[in-house]
């Protein structure tokens, strides 16, 4: 372990008064001197990111110039739309509701989504769900693959491993929701000059859990520096509703509700940022271990995953890189 | 069979290196040498079930038979035999 360096769940606990404070500048000052815009426009979804991030804009310039789309499609949980207008009413922000169905019908969305699972799982069709799941931590499996699962509407579950090309066409064609939504995103900060903000939690921006060019597009992401514990940290010191706070973190993106910790991170959020701070500050993981309920070779299989994600998803952060330098313009 | 080592390696340089060249032990991780990751994974099983007509099992995704060009060769000899 690293000398000096502390260790235990309340490394994680924040001063919220100065970190709202700290941010709001931040937010004011990117708006004023280098995004030259307005105001901001977010997409909100009643989950605990979305809700932090306007309640942070809205706090930093005024309810008056923020606004909260509202982005709901077929897969989407019934409180998607319940709680994103809790928050909006809230706030005193206003909200702007975009039903997205038909945008995705239009690009063969629904289709090709069917047709991929189907390429696996031959007899999905109509009234069957599904979602995409990883292996858990107490799976110990060596390659992190996708499974798809899907349910029948006579509620018969069936689970199979995802080939390269059905993982793909799966993939290609969800993606289409989160690329549609910053589409209309930008079409409001465009039509308000207002500028994006973002609303990814720290694990999330680290560990590459975001579609480029879909919620990976932002001008401003206010809570990419927050772990995800601190960010619900600030949702009880924003006053955000108790509804919001008890909703289970989740992807929102298939028609079986889906946990971000079977689609992306293998354990609940609470120890992925513990070890995410572990590996930030060169803990050992023993020590991490003794914090979190895992044994420490499960923390250093976590390790190595966060090694592997930045690894694997740094494509996702770079810029266009240029065959010729271009030394005029400087970001 | 004997040739199942320069057909590897001929994939490897074509899929993730785009012909250039590159020196690889046979031993070597490919995993820790940071040639391939979980994408690249399931692009080496897309690559073995179809050009060596086989199909590779959930309980046979393990280093011991993916992780080097030796492993794979062994994976393979074991496979088709």
Redo the contacts between chains.
């Keep these: 372990m690293m000398a000096g360096v502390h260790f235990s769940r309340e490394v994680l606990t924040i001063d919220g008064d100065r970190e709202v404070a700290r941010i709001a500048l931040s937010i004011r000052e990117a708006l004023a001197k280098r995004l030259r815009r307005r105001g901001l426009i977010l997409g909100i979804s009643g989950g605990i990111d979305s809700s932090v991030t306007a309640a942070l804009c809205a706090r930093a310039i005024g309810k008056d110039k923020v606004i909260g789309l509202q982005m709901p499609e077929r897969h989407s949980a019934d409180e998607t739309m319940a709680l994103s207008s809790v928050v909006a009413d809230h706030l005193g922000i206003r909200k702007v509701h975009w039903d997205i169905s038909s945008l995705l019908d239009a690009a063969g969305f629904y289709t090709k989504y069917d047709e991929a699972v189907r390429s696996v799982i031959p007899k999905y069709g109509a009234g069957w769900k599904s979602k995409l799941v990883l292996p858990g931590i107490g799976e110990d499996?060596?390659?992190?693959?996708f499974s798809i699962v899907a349910v029948s509407p006579d509620g018969r579950e069936i689970k199979k491993?995802?080939?390269?090309?059905s993982?793909l066409a799966i993939v290609a064609a969800t993606n289409f929701k989160q690329r549609i939504r910053k589409m209309l995103e930008y079409y409001h900060a465009d039509k308000h000059n207002y500028a994006v903000a973002g609303t990814p939690n720290r694990l999330e921006y680290d560990q590459g859990f975001f579609v480029k060019l879909g919620d990976g597009a932002a001008d401003i992401k206010p809570i990419a520096h927050l772990y995800k514990t601190q960010v619900y940290q600030l949702a009880r010191h924003l006053g955000l509703p108790e509804a919001v706070l008890r909703r289970p973190p989740t992807t929102d993106t298939y028609s079986l509700p889906q946990g971000q910790d079977e689609f992306y991170f293998t354990v609940p959020y609470e120890i992925m940022d513990l070890c995410l701070y572990g590996k930030n500050h060169g803990i050992d993981a023993e020590t991490v271990s003794g914090h979190t309920g895992l044994s420490p070779q499960q923390v250093r299989s976590i390790y190595r995953d966060i090694e592997?994600k930045r690894?694997?998803t740094l494509y996702l952060h770079l810029p266009p890189i240029l065959a010729g330098a271009v030394p005029e313009i400087v970001t | 069979m004997a040739d199942i080592e320069a057909e590897l390696r001929r994939f490897l340089a074509d899929k993730f290196f785009f012909g250039d060249d590159r020196p690889l032990g046979a031993e070597e991780s490919l995993v820790d040498a940071g040639i391939i990751d979980s994408m690249g994974v399931l692009e080496l099983i897309s690559h073995l079930e179809q050009h060596y007509h086989i199909k590779v099992n959930d309980d046979e995704l393990v280093p011991e038979n993916l992780d080097s060009i030796a492993s794979i060769r062994a994976f393979l000899e074991k496979k088709v035999s």
């Design positions: 499996k060596p390659y992190t693959l491993r995802l080939d390269l090309n993982y592997r690894s694997t």
